[in-house]
């Protein structure tokens, strides 16, 4: 399957993802959502893959789901079929993913698109990004992962607040209520993502998946739960060749060369 809807680039450990429809401001069509997959399908088999960048094109991350697709007629929609067939499987390969996602948000996160953003591990905003929950606007309520993600990151009161009034929230407001990582000016945004998943690229790419799973996990885990999880996985890291390579370099004071195995 060819890219038409995204643009899917690799380069030094990183794939490179962006929404590419600026006219629609990256709506999620049905041919967005499958090629997302596809993409993030070839980042978990590619090993020399080690982190993901996630954007979009124009001036908007996305603005939610593609309601104009196939003639836009509500009768024709099966809401249900299309959130399980495509949107959660894509929430789903995301957050399962044991590599590092890092998100910039250059300007819309609606909807979905919202859900997608937040999807990512460390989210990235615009001082011009604007996140809205606009389903209740057209008779329907948050999906796409947004009813987890973002109370998660946020708190019920304003997880519910943005969800009821739909109210869009900037980006220097999303980084003062943890929605965001960071806020940036426009201009300086794409360069810092690309620094941060280039970074990332170089560390211990196992220990940052089973990281970024457990704490997810954490989120509906006990604690007797999550330390059995912790002594599990942790089992397993310490099998790995970073973490042999991590524990030599730390003795030898000097940087360590994590290979990502």
Not at 144 to 156: D, F, H, I, M, S
Not at 170 to 181: C, L, R, Y
Not at 253 to 259: D, G, H, L, N, Q
């Amino acid at each position: 399957m060819s890219y038409e809807a995204i643009t899917f680039n690799v380069a030094n450990g990183v794939a490179e993802i962006t929404l590419n429809d600026p006219d629609t401001l990256n709506a999620l069509s049905s041919r967005m959502l499958d090629e997302l997959r596809l993409a993030f399908d070839t980042v978990a088999r590619d090993e020399a893959i080690r982190a993901v960048l996630l954007t979009g094109a124009g001036r908007a991350f996305s603005s939610g789901a593609n309601l104009a697709e196939d003639g836009g007629d509500p009768n024709d929609i099966d809401v249900k079929g299309v959130l399980e067939e495509r949107y959660n499987p894509l929430v789903r390969d995301m957050r399962d993913l044991e590599k590092p996602i890092v998100g910039a948000v250059p300007g819309i996160a609606a909807g979905a698109g919202m859900g997608v953003a937040l999807s990512c591990d460390i989210v990235l905003a615009a001082e011009s990004a604007q996140f809205i929950q606009l389903f209740t606007r057209i008779g329907v309520m948050p999906d796409a992962g947004c009813t987890w993600l973002l109370p998660q990151r946020v708190g019920l009161a304003r997880a519910k607040a943005m969800a009821l009034l739909t109210d869009p929230v900037d980006g220097k407001t999303a980084e003062a209520w943890g929605m965001v990582w960071q806020c940036l000016p426009d201009d300086a945004l794409i360069d810092e993502a690309r620094k941060m998943a280039a970074g990332l690229a170089t560390r211990a790419t196992m220990a940052l998946g089973k990281t970024k799973r457990a704490i997810d996990a954490a989120a509906t885990n006990s604690l007797d739960v999550q330390l059995d999880l912790e002594a599990e996985w942790q089992g397993e890291l310490g099998k790995s060749y970073d973490f042999k390579e991590g524990v030599m370099a730390f003795l030898e004071k000097r940087p360590a060369k994590f290979e990502g195995k």
